[in-house]
């Protein structure tokens, strides 16, 4: 692979005197196979690599990339995006990253066995996946997609203004979605196994995720409509999170669209609530050396105890809000950088899965919600999603539903929250996974 | 884009180990944005994106790889590594001879990179200055211009060549109201295939006042029902419903794999006979229109229901093959970088005859939906929601409170029987993206105003 870094080095050589230049240049390395009926569907192996340039004059600011890292290309981009900084408005706060003592986390994210397993070995996962699912039980009638996948990526920052930082992660997974049918009806069910290499995926944990978890729905009907008891399965309180994260943007809180302006070190959430974001964990799929402005990642206590403790924020946000950017600058080259939340985790409970189900009389358990882009309104708070999943009723899982909705507010289910589990796991979506107890809950059906 | 003579050769590369079917797909795309934010133009974006994919099929398995280098080294190295799913396979001499017309003029007036970035820039603070005077209530405004010009060219081993050169421009704003309910937002947005001309017939402080007045509305707004009711949706407001309702149903890569519950039901009455849906990639300057879709084939008009009955799905260009069918130009891909699954275009719903507003009359009770946000299905299920970003009560056949957004849920093959009144006035409804298995594309949808009779809304009220 070119060197990133002299790349970005490259670029930044480049600044005219009296501007600020910041190049952001990755690079990786993706494979995809797709296996179905026994063969292989599709296989697609790349490597694609780009650069976004940033400058800044006399607070305004200018962005141009380029999906290649073409010398001549890049020149041009930088024209342009110095053409592109006329046209904006001064700002006394915009400006790029400066060093700030914060060590870089020492995380090993690339291991050398990603790199040497050979591609026919990625095609046989994919087809055993597939095999393995079929296997599994004998409704499975068809698998829309049984895949494996894999990337390896390197990033450098450089900026006029002394950043110079890279760095370096990889990932693969297997995921399938199996459809099931009995008695006429039909349900589509997914499964998930994510390392950082090949030698720790889970296939017996995809598959059976991926079929028990659809076969369970077979002959859900639509329920009434009520309050309840929710428990989240894990990836549900994980898409969960990953709203919520948006709304602790100190981008968000300074500009008035977030419910949480203001409300520093009070009360908003329940005592069980703890929440903080940590890409400094080697075990989250969000872990990472440098933020999006070379910048060190670092670990940001959101909320403790169900007390608001801060927000997130990138340079820009820091210096208006007359705080120190916290290294939550997110971004891929085709974008300049805004505030993100990686690897939001919430601090786990004491009781398992099976104990949160144990003691709850009446609820349901919410197995997958949909439409959270159209249902869920981040500035207002407003929820309502789709949901299936089954009723839980003296402590065991019955009857499933499907069809339905639960519905709250943000504000509302943070202080509803009656218990975190003790299950977490780190996703690939970005946020930990953990089993969730809300209470008071809108069940919207029939 | 490419000389002719290299696409040819680059082909042979890719069937040298036995492909039977080879294809190069080079795009070439610009885009240019700028956005207003807090009152002030944060920043203005260009960007440049240029490459080609080339796939190389043997039997039922697709080999893929994709490069930003469009020398003849870097295709003919793309061409060798999606042609390594071939390796088992004999190899031979193949002959390719392209005919086609590789490059297309561009069907706009006024394109993109001919406007001066500061008349760009001028539409954001206009529009911003609207929104803020439509009432005080109105804390925080954003505004977004978006233009992008995409050429493409398409050659496979069948001989096929075409190209399209597709410009499209987009504008939007949203507003945050705040108030002792809290926060609220309304947003307004609106996109053609077009140049800069879109804005000859579109006023962007009326667009900045439209979205203010939907934020500063919903402040008053009431929790949504939660609970089944009849549903009007406003016409251009709602074409979604079918995007979900159906539209992914009836993708043929999902019909295939008994990934959807349309799966088998050609011919049968699968809709109230006042729902004829089409998906038109045909339709002058929409959203998801164009001259060929990324497999190189013109795009068409395809009626998918009639009358209430089942006529077709859409195809991509392999599935067709497979099938021996025509092909229905639905074969489409986010960018050079992507393999090419079936899409939508434009799906809508036909006109119908009732007057709209005699339709909310005969409601005694109900909600009015003026707009609906973005939606999501399972296609095996042919459960979706969607959600409603502005909506109102129906009490007694009159348009009355608003109320706070919500999902609606329900299931494809049920709702579409359920519509029981369609209006007589059609529109096409703001651009959108559809998501599909990681790709976004472009996509128009519309109808006329129509009831449900019944459908779950995820509101909290009781």
């Given at each position: 692979m070119n060197d990133v870094a002299g790349i970005a080095a490259l670029v930044v050589s480049w600044a005219h005197p009296g501007e600020d230049v910041e190049a952001y240049v990755s690079r990786s390395r993706t494979t995809n196979v797709r296996a179905y009926n026994g063969d292989v569907e599709s296989l697609s192996s790349a490597e694609p690599a780009g650069a976004g340039v940033r400058v800044v004059v006399g607070g305004r600011q200018g962005f141009a990339w380029a999906g290649t890292l073409d010398e001549g290309v890049l020149k041009e981009a930088l024209e342009e995006a110095r053409d592109n900084a006329?046209?904006?408005?001064?700002?006394?706060?915009?400006?790029?990253?400066?060093?700030?003592?914060?060590?870089?986390?020492?995380?090993?994210?690339?291991?050398?066995?990603?790199?040497?397993?050979?591609?026919?070995?990625?095609?046989?996962?994919?087809?055993?996946?597939?095999?393995?699912?079929?296997?599994?039980?004998?409704?499975?009638?068809?698998?829309?997609?049984?895949?494996?996948?894999?990337?390896?990526?390197?990033?450098?920052?450089?900026?006029?203004?002394?950043?110079?930082?890279?760095?370096?992660?990889?990932?693969?997974?297997?995921?399938?979605?199996?459809?099931?049918?009995?008695?006429?009806?039909?349900?589509?069910?997914?499964?998930?196994?994510?390392?950082?290499?090949?030698?720790?995926?889970?296939?017996?944990?995809?598959?059976?995720?991926?079929?028990?978890?659809?076969?369970?729905?077979?002959g859900a009907r639509k329920p009434p409509s009520r309050r309840v008891t929710a428990v989240f399965d894990p990836d549900v309180t994980a898409e969960f999170l990953a709203i919520l994260g948006g709304t602790l943007s100190g981008d968000a809180v300074l500009k008035g669209r977030s419910f949480f302006a203001g409300r520093e070190g009070e009360r908003v959430a329940s005592a069980a609530v703890t929440l903080v974001s940590d890409p400094t964990d080697a075990g989250s799929f969000?872990?990472?050396?440098?933020?999006?402005?070379?910048?060190?990642?670092?670990?940001?206590?959101?909320?403790?105890?169900?007390?608001?403790?801060?927000?997130?924020?990138?340079?820009?946000?820091?210096?208006?809000?007359?705080?120190?950017?916290?290294?939550?600058?997110?971004?891929?080259?085709?974008?300049?950088?805004?505030?993100?939340?990686?690897?939001?985790?919430?601090?786990?409970?004491?009781?398992?899965?099976?104990?949160?189900?144990?003691?709850?009389?009446?609820?349901?358990?919410?197995?997958?919600?949909?439409?959270?882009?159209?249902?869920?309104?981040?500035?207002?708070?407003?929820?309502?999603?789709?949901?299936?999943?089954l009723a839980v009723r003296n402590g065991a899982l019955a009857e499933p539903f499907r069809e339905a909705t639960i519905a709250s507010t943000l504000q509302r289910m943070l202080l509803d929250v009656a218990e975190v589990g003790a299950d977490i796991e780190w996703l690939p979506g970005g946020p930990a996974g953990v089993t969730l107890v809300v209470h008071d809950v809108s069940l919207g059906g029939a | 884009?490419?000389?002719?003579?290299?696409?040819?050769?680059?082909?042979?590369?890719?069937?040298?180990?036995?492909?039977?079917?080879?294809?190069?797909?080079?795009?070439?795309?610009?885009?240019?944005?700028?956005?207003?934010?807090?009152?002030?133009?944060?920043?203005?974006?260009?960007?440049?994106?240029?490459?080609?994919?080339?796939?190389?099929?043997?039997?039922?398995?697709?080999?893929?790889?994709?490069?930003?280098?469009?020398?003849?080294?870097?295709?003919?190295?793309?061409?060798?590594?999606?042609?390594?799913?071939?390796?088992?396979?004999?190899?031979?001499?193949?002959?390719?001879?392209?005919?086609?017309?590789?490059?297309?003029?561009?069907?706009?007036?006024?394109l993109p990179e001919t406007v001066s970035k500061a008349d760009k820039v001028a539409l954001l603070t206009r529009a911003d200055a609207a929104a803020r005077a439509a009432g005080s209530g109105v804390r925080q405004v954003s505004a977004t211009y978006a233009d992008s010009r995409r050429r493409i060219l398409v050659a496979n081993s069948d001989g096929l060549m075409a190209g399209d050169d597709q410009v499209k421009t987009r504008f939007a704003v949203q507003a945050v109201a705040s108030g002792d309910t809290g926060l609220q937002t309304g947003r307004e947005s609106h996109g053609l295939a077009q140049g800069f001309e879109l804005f000859d017939g579109f006023d962007v402080e009326e667009a900045g006042r439209v979205a203010a007045e939907r934020a500063l509305t919903k402040l008053r707004a009431r929790p949504a029902p939660s609970g089944t009711l009849p549903v009007v949706l406003k016409s251009g407001g709602g074409g979604v419903l079918f995007h979900e309702a159906c539209g992914h149903g009836l993708e043929a890569d999902l019909v295939g794999k008994r990934a959807s519950v349309f799966a088998g039901r050609l011919g049968e009455q699968v809709a109230s006979p006042l729902v004829t849906l089409v998906d038109d990639g045909t339709m002058p300057s929409e959203w998801g229109t164009y001259a060929i879709d990324d497999e190189g084939h013109p795009a068409s008009r395809n009626v998918l229901i009639q009358d209430g009955v089942l006529t077709d799905y859409m195809y991509d260009f392999l599935r067709a093959r497979s099938e021996q069918r025509p092909v229905s130009a639905n074969g489409r891909r986010q960018s050079y970088r992507h393999l090419p699954m079936v899409r939508m275009t434009n799906t809508f719903l036909v006109n119908g005859t009732e007057d709209p507003d005699e339709i909310v009359r005969q409601t005694p009770h109900g909600v009015y939906v003026a707009q609906l946000g973005g939606g999501q299905v399972n296609t095996t299920t042919g459960d979706f929601v969607f959600g409603m970003t502005e909506a109102y009560l129906i009490e007694d056949g009159r348009i009355t409170e608003p109320l706070r957004d919500a999902n609606l849920i329900g299931n494809g093959p049920e709702v579409l029987t359920l519509i029981d009144v369609v209006g007589n006035d059609f529109a096409m409804g703001p651009p959108g993206t559809c998501g599909k298995d990681g790709q976004g594309v472009p996509v128009g949808d519309g109808q006329p105003t129509l009831r449900v009779r019944a459908l779950t809304i995820g509101g909290t009220a009781a």
């Open positions: 006329a046209f904006g408005q001064p700002d006394e706060f915009a400006g790029l990253a400066t060093p700030d003592g914060v060590a870089l986390p020492v995380l090993d994210l690339v291991p050398s066995e990603l790199a040497a397993t050979p591609t026919s070995a990625k095609v046989e996962l994919a087809l055993e996946l597939e095999r393995a699912t079929r296997a599994r039980d004998a409704r499975v009638t068809g698998i829309r997609a049984a895949t494996y996948a894999d990337s390896y990526g390197e990033v450098a920052v450089a900026t006029t203004t002394g950043i110079s930082a890279v760095g370096a992660a990889a990932m693969c997974y297997i995921a399938v979605s199996p459809i099931v049918e009995a008695d006429g009806d039909t349900q589509i069910g997914s499964g998930l196994s994510a390392a950082r290499a090949p030698s720790g995926l889970d296939l017996d944990r995809a598959v059976t995720d991926g079929v028990d978890r659809a076969v369970r729905l077979l969000d872990a990472g050396q440098i933020d999006g402005e070379g910048l060190a990642r670092r670990r940001v206590p959101l909320i403790e105890g169900g007390h608001l403790q801060g927000f997130l924020y990138d340079t820009a946000s820091g210096r208006r809000a007359g705080r120190a950017s916290t290294g939550s600058a997110s971004r891929g080259y085709s974008s300049a950088p805004t505030v993100g939340a990686p690897a939001l985790t919430l601090a786990p409970g004491t009781r398992s899965r099976a104990e949160l189900l144990a003691s709850l009389d009446d609820g349901v358990c919410v197995q997958d919600v949909s439409g959270l882009h159209s249902g869920v309104n981040p500035v207002s708070g407003d929820f309502s999603v789709g949901a299936t999943g | 884009m490419l000389d002719p003579s290299l696409v040819t050769d680059v082909l042979h590369t890719a069937l040298r180990t036995g492909g039977e079917f080879a294809e190069v797909f080079a795009e070439d795309a610009r885009s240019s944005t700028a956005r207003l934010d807090d009152g002030r133009v944060e920043e203005v974006t260009s960007g440049r994106s240029r490459g080609a994919g080339i796939r190389v099929v043997v039997g039922d398995t697709t080999g893929f790889a994709h490069t930003a280098d469009l020398s003849p080294a870097g295709l003919h190295a793309a061409a060798e590594a999606a042609s390594a799913v071939a390796r088992h396979g004999g190899g031979g001499t193949v002959t390719v001879a392209l005919s086609g017309e590789p490059s297309r003029a561009p069907g706009v007036r006024v």
